[in-house]
């Protein structure tokens, strides 16, 4: 018998509670025809009297009874009505949550550009210092990024699946695994660094910077990728807002210590990778740990096991890896495809034996300043992209649940008009953007010390970036497909038309090079075109596939 201390719920909640118990039971058993199997079933949910008499019955036989007349409501409703439907329907988030998400993905790409364009350095880049020592510095940013670019392509994709399994062992062992790859690409990537600057005759000081920024690169990339996994993308602000913050002082408060500039840049630039690095690793490992808590606080007690282990079976390395092989090779080389043509301008840099110093490459400040200035195309495309394309997996599940068998052709003119959105607001959007910065190009391009040669660029790297970013849409649809395959054979093909194109147009100038790039998007975004155009044959049953 409950205690007479406790004091009865009061009589307006008690219907709502009588309602959620009611439906809590039809939910798990179906054709409950007896008040003995409601009060079994109360005992299995862990109502007991006490609960009982806290919302207002004397004990469970009572409170029985009471549910027992609203049983047979719940299990008649109305078939096809929403509330079958909603308790399976999939939340979908809304554009402004969807674009400060955007917003948060793209804001270290960003923030490093302002700190650019507004101090003449920033994390990973500098025009500040002398010549040979920002070809060094690019080098090993360029080097750094490519050698994480697959790396980050194939363990995001692993730790994803287990992670929405709840299966946090494995993803912490995805974790150090990528930890422990990451050291040994980066220490055979430094030795060969190492070989080819002894090869080609490098001052050791200039290796040194190298090797400085591409691990200062590769590492904190590398740390962040489990919260960009899970889109934790507040915790990504907040670390490189810290970072950049300690970039500033740290660079600034050195002067009166360290007044040679490089010397104090590279300073500075360590101190803030270490932070990063340390920021991005911490917040992975807690996140797997809130993920695991909430897990095992989401299951019904009942349900529970009384021991929980916390190893599971190992998956094969070997195979997870030729699973997400093509997109390895997508992310390699699409990093290549976009800066390729800049490491081509460095090796037909006219002032390569600048003081004396014979190096087989030499930033092209000239290139980069058009080059760099016409990529700002792809920030708002790639934004709008991700606000349009994030939630069509969650759409598409919800309208699965509306549509009959028969009605799957709805399907395929939904993925059909999602993808004209996507590619008319693209082209669109890209265009303005484009027109904008050729434009303005003659006026931004002597502020930032250019020369008509850099508007030139400027000009047919808008154009190219216009291409680029059909490219970019056709590519996020060719991925809710599910075939990477077609990702990694164009973006293979759009360097190997780079690199061969490249080379002809730079026996006519560096500054021909742009070309190249301009031919190398053209044809991956026809190549691109043509192969969404057949998925679109038939969108559901491809996309429905996927999950087979």
Not at 74 to 85: H, I, M, Q, R, W
Not at 214 to 236: D, E
Not at 248 to 270: C, E, G, N
Request: charged share 15%; proline share 4%.
């Amino acid at each position: 018998m409950a205690s007479n201390t406790l004091q009865k719920g009061i009589s307006g909640d008690r219907s709502a509670f009588v309602h959620k118990v009611a439906r809590s039971i039809t939910e798990i058993q179906a054709n409950v025809n007896n008040v003995a199997d409601v009060l079994v079933f109360l005992e299995v949910l862990g109502y007991s009297d006490r609960t009982a008499f806290e919302n207002g019955y004397s004990d469970l036989r009572e409170l029985a009874r009471k549910v027992y007349d609203y049983v047979d409501f719940f299990e008649n409703l109305p078939a096809g009505g929403e509330e079958l439907k909603s308790p399976f329907l999939v939340p979908i988030a809304s554009v402004k949550r969807r674009l400060l998400e955007s917003l948060g993905f793209a804001f270290p790409g960003l923030a490093t550009l302002g700190l650019l364009y507004t101090f003449g350095f920033s994390l990973w880049l500098t025009w500040i210092l002398p010549l040979p020592v920002v070809t060094a510095n690019a080098i090993g940013v360029f080097f750094g990024a490519l050698i994480t670019e697959g790396h980050t392509q194939t363990y995001s994709r692993t730790l994803m699946f287990a992670y929405n399994q709840g299966n946090t062992s494995e993803s912490r062992r995805i974790l150090k695994r990528s930890y422990y790859a990451l050291g040994a690409i980066l220490a055979t990537c430094l030795v060969l660094l190492y070989g080819l600057s002894g090869v080609l005759g490098v001052p050791q000081q200039l290796f040194v910077i190298a090797a400085l920024a591409t691990a200062g690169m590769a590492v904190p990339r590398v740390c962040f990728m489990t919260l960009y996994t899970v889109r934790r993308i507040g915790l990504v602000v907040l670390c490189y807002s810290l970072g950049f913050a300690s970039l500033l002082l740290v660079y600034f408060a050195a002067a009166p210590l360290i007044p040679d500039t490089t010397i104090r840049y590279l300073a500075s630039l360590s101190v803030t990778s270490v932070l990063l690095a340390a920021t991005g690793a911490h917040y992975s490992r807690r996140v797997l740990l809130q993920r695991e808590a909430v897990a095992a606080g989401n299951i019904p007690h009942f349900f529970r096991s009384i021991s929980v282990s916390r190893k599971t079976i190992r998956p094969r390395f070997a195979v997870q890896f030729w699973e997400t092989l093509p997109y390895f090779l997508f992310g390699t080389f699409f990093f290549a495809l976009l800066f390729g043509d800049r490491i081509l301008s460095w090796a037909f840099n006219p002032l390569r034996g600048l003081d004396g110093v014979g190096l087989p490459l030499l930033f092209n400040t000239a290139y980069h300043i058009g080059a760099d200035l016409a990529m700002f195309i792809l920030f708002p495309v790639g934004l709008l992209q991700y606000v349009i394309i994030t939630p069509i997996f969650e759409q598409l599940s919800n309208l699965s649940l509306e549509l009959k068998v028969t009605e799957v052709h709805s399907v395929d003119r939904a993925m059909r008009k999602r993808y004209a959105v996507l590619q008319l607001a693209s082209l669109g959007l890209a265009g303005a953007a484009a027109l904008a910065i050729i434009t303005l190009g003659p006026t931004l391009t002597p502020t930032l010390v250019g020369s008509e040669v850099s508007v030139g660029i400027l000009r047919v790297a808008a154009i190219s970036n216009v291409f680029l970013s059909l490219y970019l849409g056709n590519s996020l649809f060719i991925m809710v497909f599910n075939r990477p395959r077609w990702l990694a054979i164009t973006a293979i093909l759009g360097v190997s038309i780079l690199g061969g194109s490249g080379l002809i147009f730079a026996q006519l100038g560096f500054e021909k090079i742009i070309y190249a790039y301009l031919v190398a998007s053209v044809s991956v975004a026809t190549l691109s075109f043509l192969a969404v155009g057949n998925f679109l044959k038939r969108p559901a049953s491809l996309f429905f596939s996927r999950f087979v």
